[in-house]
């Protein structure tokens, strides 16, 4: 059986992706997203993400904050853009270097990395606010 779910990616704001469930199905039929929030809330606490959720026009909508540092520098890292196109995740963000150095320094960067199929690509102005 192939479960597919719609739903939109974003940041909601600096380093909180937003997963707004629009449905979820297997083949044909409509299945209950009460399941689907479940898989999603037990995969971020074995993950260590903290999780809250939200609703849009009745649509439930995940909160995960990610509380970047990176090597045992400690340098933070902002994420600042999320965008999905087919096949490809793209993140980009900056680094505060100034936990390192003891300078006010930024680095801007940004990521790319395979993943799953996207169901649609979000633009800015399609963001709830």
């Known amino acids: 059986m192939i479960v597919s779910v719609d739903a ?15 449905r979820a199905r297997a083949g ?16 971020a606490a074995r993950a260590g993400i903290p999780l809250t959720w ?8 995940a909160l995960f904050t990610l509380d970047l540092i990176t090597n045992e520098e ?15 995740l793209y993140i980009s963000g900056s ?3 100034s936990r390192s150095t003891g300078t006010e320094e930024k680095s801007d ?9 996207p169901q649609r690509e979000l633009e800015e102005e399609d963001q709830p606010h």
């Open 54 to 61: 939200a609703q849009i026009e009745g649509d439930p909508v």
């Open 28 to 43: 044909l039929l409509t299945l209950p997203k009460k399941k689907i929030l479940d898989k999603i809330t037990a995969a």
């Open 109 to 117: 960067g940004g990521a790319s990395q395979d993943g799953g199929s």
């Open 8 to 22: 939109e990616i974003y940041l909601s704001q600096p380093n909180v992706v937003a997963c707004r469930i629009l």
């Open 74 to 88: 400690g340098r933070a890292v902002t994420v600042e853009k999320i965008e999905l196109h087919e096949g490809e």
């Open 95 to 97: 680094t505060d270097l």
